[in-house]
Every structure is written in structure tokens, then in C-alpha cells.
């Protein structure tokens, strides 16, 4: 059997699939319904999917295999569902991890994920430049000292093949792949009361039983598209970033539009810049760029950072963000002009976050402090441009440094020198739809080959919002996240007894798989502790909700990235109803955070209802 078939997202890109064709179509479905009418298409859709390449895709094998009778797919079953002690969704750093330490424990756990391969993040966003911004060593798991031992590095900020080979090296080394469905997308999870435990169905209509449920669905897994007219229409090769095709595009010679300048536009321009003939990047807002200072990490340097492991995580463990940066303790005004020039010109030449998790205590604070800072960004943007009225429209006018996720940069700036580079500015020259051959602004039409959505995720609630989940009295997730998500530290939901959340909302972020490993223990452990008890039902109390709401509340007070639309605040121009600021981050401190779980532990769980 030919082995490709047109991939709908990227138009005429072929789409390998490496090791079971069945997965990819499951994939292509995905992809054309979450890009194109952000909603999960039922398993008829394929049915229609176009595949001149495979000489006829054989879709009656395909449901044979979904509907095949679990006993032939799961060790256990009751009224023929596979019936499991955990199911856990998604099999990026937080799956992989919850699933090892569930198996640890003797529970009986497996993996749903909707893509072909684990990694998460780093299985869809396979754009040009995509890497780090925590330093490569301080993001992988910390959990496995042989891990350590004899995983290397190559780069401070590892790109993304790298740490796609990383997710599947630990796949392998803990034999995960034997309890994950790959290619399954959940679309719907019910808590039935009558046998306390979840129901869990898929896109393609098979369906799964456990006692509890995790999320492990992703911050930022939720790609959304720019509400234009004509995506389809267009005849050239287009995709999203976050769902980039496997075999890649190539630019060489090309006219490419990239529509969007938030982290992964950056990192997209400056690669893309490198062999297109004709870049042209459409800017709605600019942010404020600072340099990665990336670099390759040669053998004696990663033998010295093996040796200093410990010192690095304990670190990370005491950091607001859990960065291997820490706040400066001193106030932006508490020093001399020279000595605060000094420190941030320190700052900028420095590697990774440290100018914006480094920078001083009030930066983000204090009006004064952050417009100041904000003037001296502006400066090294005004010094790298060579045109004045480019530079000023890369300038931030609406927000100041570090109130929005700051992208880290590679010769970013440089690029809109090159004489192959043009920026349109969005507010200026709105695009107003997608032509077959090209965009539309405003003001004139662009011809393209290849146009690039960096236009982000429906961020933290975004993978929920996809998955109808439904709790006890069959009350909705989304329903009851309407004005804003409410949580016990991130984790659990009153209504939603036995499910748990890994990076859900309002639990801690930062350099994020150090939270990842802290909230998949946690879980661990309250479902040890639930064993122990012979509990069988897990559910937040109301009051305990309320608590850790007011606790996020407050822990918000007076932060000037309250008064700016991101995605940290819940905004997504490209998403129906999320137009208003909503508090969706936790902005305490990790330590904190980590004490108040590790007191709802330590009090036998209190907060939960527990029978
Ligand atoms: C381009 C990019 C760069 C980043 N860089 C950094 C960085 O340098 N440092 C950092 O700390 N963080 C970074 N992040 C954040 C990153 O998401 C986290 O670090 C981490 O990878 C999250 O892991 P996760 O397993 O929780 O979620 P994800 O990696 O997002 O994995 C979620 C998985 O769930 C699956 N899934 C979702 N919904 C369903 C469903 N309905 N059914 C089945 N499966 C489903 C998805 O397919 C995915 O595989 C970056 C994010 C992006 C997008």
C-alpha cells in the first residue's frame, strides 16, 4: 500500500505515516477538524477524507480495528468496555509520567492520545525553529537518575527534534508505549454515578472505562486559526505551527506569509528568513524580544552539568517560576542609574529568561520600574533596525516588558534588514481574507506559496473546552468554567469527583515539567492514600474550591499583566467568547503553591470528600 495521503491541513503536502497508516488518518482528522471548524469530527467525517495517494484508504479495516472487542485490546473489560483503575488523557510530559508512576503503584492505567507518537509539544510542533526557552537541562524529567545519567544534551536550548527524541527515549526506556492508545482523541468523559467511575469516549466512537480520570490534555495544545475567509480556498501549502506537518516544507525559493509574532512566529520567522525568496510577516501586535544566547553544550560541559543535577533542581525548586533564574531581590529604584543599566545590559547578554524572571523584584510591579525597562528594550530594538519606521512598529506601544510572555529571540530583529523580509502591520492594513492565490489586506493583494498560521492556542482551558466533559448530575465542564475556571490547586473540580488535572488551571507553570513531576506525585499519592482508605469517590469540596480561587485572586493583586490581553489573561481574538480577561494563570510563587498542596496531603485530604 502507498504509504501517503493528502493531508487536508497543508492542503497538497503529502503525509507520511510512518508506522501505522491507520494512526495518520485518525491524525488528519484531527487536524482538519481542530483548524478548520474547531470542533472534533465524528468517525463518518474520514469516511470523506480525500486520498488520491493511497490508491483507496481501506476505512472498513480502520473501524474494524476501532470497534474490535476489547478483549483483544485491553486485559479487562466489563460490559465489554476496557475498564481500567486510571485513564489518563494525552501522552505528552505529564501522561508519560502519570502513567509510569500509576503503574509503580500496581495501578492499572493506560494513555489515550490523539497523536501518533508521544512528546505532546514536542510530537506537534515540528515548525521551523522551534526549541526551548527553560534551559534544555533544567526542563527534562528529574525523576530517573540513570535518566541523567545517560541522556546529553546538545544545545542550553534544545530544538525540537531533539526533545521529541528525548519523549521518545523515555517512552522506551519505561516501556510506556505497551499502555497508550495513540491516535485515539477523547471527545467526550461522564462520571456515572451507579459504578463511580468515568466513561470516556473517543472520536471515533470507542469508548473506555475507569475508576479516575487525569487530564494531562496540555496548556497549550489547543491550536486556533484566525477567523478569515478563504483558509481553504487557498491553493498554496498552509499549516498552523502546532500542527505541522511530518515531513516538513520547504521554503527554498518560496514567497511565505507568516501571520503572527508571538513565540513560535518569531522562532518561524528567523528560520524561514534563512531560504525564502520573499518573506512577508503579518504583525497584528509586536512583543518584546530578548536574546536566547543559545549554544551547544560540548561533552565536558554536560558532564559538569551532570555532576551539578541536585544543585540545578533544588534550584529550580526554589525559584518563583521554577527557572533556574531568580528574582533580584533588589527594587528597581534602590539602585544607582548606572548599576541598573549595568544589570540589565548583564540581562540581556545573558542566556534563556533571565532578563524577564531575573530582572528586578517590581519590574512587574511598578508602573515606573516597568516602563523604564521597557525603554531600554525599545533602545536595543531602535539599535538593531536598521529602518526607523520598521523598528517603531516592532516596538510594543500597548503593553510593557514582561507583562506578556516574552519570546526569546535568535537574530530576530536582524532579519527585517534582510532586503528578502517585509512587515505589515495588521492594525494598519487588516487582512481581510484569503484568496486562492494569496491574502488580502486593506490595501492590495500578496501572491504566496506557502502561507504560516502563528496565530497560538485557545490557551489553558482551550483542550478542555474540546472534550465535553460531564460531572455529577451530568453538569458541564464548560458550563461551569463559563465565567472562569475554578479549581482545587489546579487539580480537581466540586462536581467532578475523581478527576484530576495535570497543568490544569490555576496550578503552578513556569519551566512547567517541574510542576509536571510535582502534580503527577500528588496525584499518585492521593490515589495511594485513596486505596489505603478504601475510598472510592474523590471529590473537591465546594468551600475548598472557593478557597483556592480567593488564593489565586489575591495572589493576582497588582500585577500590570492583569491590564493586558494574553493568553495569560484568557484573551484569544480568534475564539468565540474569549474576548474578556479572565484570571486562568495562578501568578503565586511555586513554593507556595507546592505548601498548599503538600497541607491538603499532609491533613489526610480534607479538602476532598472522601467515601
Ligand atoms: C512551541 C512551544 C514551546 C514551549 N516551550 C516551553 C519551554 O521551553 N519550557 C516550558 O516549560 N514549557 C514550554 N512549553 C509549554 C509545554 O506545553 C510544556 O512544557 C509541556 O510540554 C506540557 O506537557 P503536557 O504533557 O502537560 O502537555 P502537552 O505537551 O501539550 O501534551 C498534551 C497531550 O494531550 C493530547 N490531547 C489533548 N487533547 C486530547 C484529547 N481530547 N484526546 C486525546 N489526547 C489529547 C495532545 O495530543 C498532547 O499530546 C512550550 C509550548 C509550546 C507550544
Given at each position: 500500500?502507498?504509504?501517503?495521503?493528502?493531508?487536508?491541513?497543508?492542503?497538497?503536502?503529502?503525509?507520511?505515516?510512518?508506522?501505522?497508516?491507520?494512526?495518520?488518518?485518525?491524525?488528519?482528522?484531527?487536524?482538519?477538524?481542530?483548524?478548520?471548524?474547531?470542533?472534533?469530527?465524528?468517525?463518518?467525517?474520514?469516511?470523506?477524507?480525500?486520498?488520491?495517494?493511497?490508491?483507496?484508504?481501506?476505512?472498513?479495516?480502520?473501524?474494524?480495528?476501532s470497534f474490535a472487542p476489547c478483549s483483544e485490546v485491553m486485559p479487562s473489560c466489563s460490559d465489554n468496555i476496557p475498564d481500567y483503575d486510571a485513564l489518563i488523557i494525552g501522552a505528552g510530559l505529564s501522561g508519560m509520567y502519570q502513567l509510569h508512576v500509576l503503574r509503580e503503584q500496581g495501578f492499572r492505567a493506560h494513555v489515550l492520545e490523539a497523536g501518533s507518537g508521544v512528546g505532546g509539544t514536542w510530537y506537534w510542533n515540528r515548525y521551523p525553529g522551534a526549541r526551548f526557552d527553560s534551559e534544555s537541562w533544567s526542563y527534562g524529567y528529574s525523576f530517573s537518575a540513570e535518566?541523567?545519567?545517560?541522556?546529553?544534551?546538545?544545545?542550553?536550548?534544545?530544538?525540537?527534534?531533539?526533545?521529541?527524541?528525548?519523549?521518545?527515549?523515555?517512552?522506551?526506556?519505561?516501556?510506556?508505549?505497551?499502555?497508550?492508545?495513540?491516535?485515539?482523541?477523547?471527545?467526550?468523559?461522564?462520571?456515572?454515578?451507579?459504578?463511580?467511575?468515568?466513561?470516556?469516549?473517543?472520536?471515533?466512537?470507542?469508548?473506555?472505562?475507569?475508576?479516575?480520570?487525569?487530564?494531562?490534555?496540555g496548556l497549550l495544545s489547543a491550536p486556533t486559526m484566525p477567523r478569515f475567509e478563504g483558509v481553504e480556498s487557498f491553493s498554496g501549502q498552509w499549516a498552523h505551527t502546532g500542527l505541522w506537518p511530518k515531513e516538513g516544507i520547504n521554503f527554498d525559493g518560496k514567497r511565505v506569509a507568516v501571520i503572527g509574532t508571538g513565540a513560535s512566529g518569531v522562532q518561524t520567522?528567523?528560520?524561514?528568513?534563512?531560504?525564502?525568496?520573499?518573506?512577508?510577516?503579518?504583525?497584528?501586535?509586536?512583543?518584546?524580544?530578548?536574546?536566547?544566547?543559545?549554544?551547544?553544550?560540548?561533552?565536558?560541559?554536560?558532564?559538569?552539568?551532570?555532576?551539578?543535577?541536585?544543585?540545578?533542581?533544588?534550584?529550580?525548586?526554589?525559584?518563583?517560576?521554577?527557572?533556574?533564574?531568580?528574582?533580584?531581590?533588589?527594587?528597581?529604584?534602590e539602585v544607582t542609574p548606572e548599576e541598573r543599566e549595568a544589570f540589565w545590559e548583564e540581562r540581556y547578554a545573558g542566556q534563556g529568561f533571565g532578563?524577564?524572571?531575573?530582572?528586578?523584584?517590581?519590574?512587574?510591579?511598578?508602573?515606573?520600574?516597568?516602563?523604564?525597562?521597557?525603554?531600554?528594550?525599545?533602545?536595543?530594538?531602535?539599535?538593531?533596525?536598521?529602518?526607523?519606521?520598521?523598528?517603531e512598529l516592532l516596538i510594543p506601544k500597548d503593553h510593557g516588558f514582561g507583562t506578556r510572555r516574552v519570546p526569546q529571540e535568535t537574530h530576530y530583529y536582524e532579519v527585517y534588514n534582510q532586503p528578502n523580509v517585509e512587515l505589515v502591520s495588521m492594525l494598519e492594513a487588516p487582512i481581510e481574507r484569503v484568496t486562492p492565490t494569496g491574502l488580502r489586506t486593506r490595501d492590495r493583494d500578496y501572491a504566496f506559496d506557502v502561507i504560516i498560521y502563528a496565530t497560538g492556542f485557545d490557551a489553558v482551558t482551550g483542550s478542555f473546552d474540546r472534550i465535553d466533559f460531564r460531572g455529577a448530575g451530568d453538569v458541564t465542564l464548560k458550563d461551569k468554567w463559563a465565567e472562569g475556571p475554578r479549581t482545587l490547586v489546579g487539580v480537581m473540580v466540586d462536581q467532578f469527583p475523581n478527576l484530576f488535572m495535570i497543568m490544569g488551571p490555576h496550578a503552578a507553570l513556569g519551566n512547567n515539567p517541574r510542576s509536571i513531576e510535582y502534580n503527577v506525585e500528588w496525584v499518585r499519592d492521593c490515589l495511594?492514600?485513596?486505596?489505603?482508605?478504601?475510598?472510592?469517590?474523590?471529590?473537591?469540596?465546594?468551600?475548598?474550591?472557593?478557597?483556592?480561587?480567593?488564593?489565586?485572586?489575591?495572589?493576582?493583586?497588582?500585577?500590570?499583566?492583569?491590564?493586558?490581553?494574553?493568553?495569560?489573561?484568557?484573551?484569544?481574538?480568534?475564539?468565540?467568547?474569549?474576548?474578556?480577561?479572565?484570571?486562568?494563570?495562578?501568578?503565586?510563587?511555586?513554593p507556595e503553591y507546592r505548601a498548599r498542596c503538600d497541607a491538603i496531603a499532609a491533613g489526610g485530604y480534607e479538602e476532598l470528600q472522601q467515601s
Open positions: 500500500m502507498d504509504d501517503s495521503v493528502t493531508n487536508p491541513l497543508t492542503s497538497h503536502v503529502p503525509y507520511e505515516l510512518s508506522r501505522r497508516w491507520l494512526c495518520a488518518v485518525e491524525d488528519i482528522a484531527w487536524t482538519r477538524a481542530d483548524s478548520v471548524a474547531d470542533q472534533v469530527y465524528p468517525a463518518a467525517v474520514i469516511l470523506t477524507v480525500d486520498t488520491p495517494k493511497t490508491g483507496g484508504v481501506n476505512v472498513g479495516a480502520w473501524l474494524a480495528v535518566l541523567l545519567e545517560e541522556w546529553d544534551w546538545s544545545e542550553h536550548f534544545a530544538g525540537q527534534p531533539e526533545v521529541e527524541r528525548y519523549c521518545n527515549h523515555v517512552a522506551d526506556k519505561f516501556d510506556l508505549r505497551r499502555d497508550i492508545s495513540f491516535s485515539t482523541r477523547v471527545a467526550w468523559a461522564r462520571f456515572e454515578e451507579e459504578s463511580c467511575s468515568w466513561r470516556v469516549g473517543t472520536a471515533a466512537g470507542r469508548e473506555f472505562r475507569a475508576r479516575f480520570l487525569v487530564t494531562a490534555i520567522i528567523q528560520e524561514v528568513a534563512k531560504s525564502a525568496a520573499r518573506l512577508t510577516v503579518f504583525q497584528r501586535r509586536p512583543n518584546w524580544c530578548t536574546p536566547l544566547h543559545n549554544g551547544p553544550i560540548s561533552e565536558a560541559e554536560m558532564d559538569a552539568i551532570r555532576t551539578r543535577y541536585d544543585e540545578i533542581f533544588e534550584l529550580c525548586k526554589q525559584t518563583t517560576a521554577c527557572f533556574v533564574h531568580s528574582v533580584d531581590s533588589r527594587g528597581t529604584f532578563i524577564w524572571q531575573g530582572n528586578f523584584r517590581d519590574m512587574l510591579k511598578d508602573r515606573e520600574a516597568n516602563q523604564m525597562m521597557s525603554a531600554f528594550v525599545a533602545d536595543k530594538i531602535r539599535a538593531r533596525v536598521n529602518d526607523p519606521a520598521t523598528a495511594v492514600h485513596a486505596r489505603s482508605t478504601g475510598a472510592q469517590r474523590l471529590e473537591a469540596k465546594a468551600e475548598a474550591v472557593e478557597a483556592w480561587a480567593n488564593f489565586v485572586h489575591e495572589k493576582a493583586q497588582g500585577l500590570l499583566s492583569n491590564e493586558i490581553d494574553s493568553w495569560m489573561t484568557g484573551v484569544n481574538m480568534n475564539v468565540a467568547g474569549r474576548q474578556h480577561r479572565r484570571l486562568v494563570r495562578y501568578a503565586g510563587t511555586a
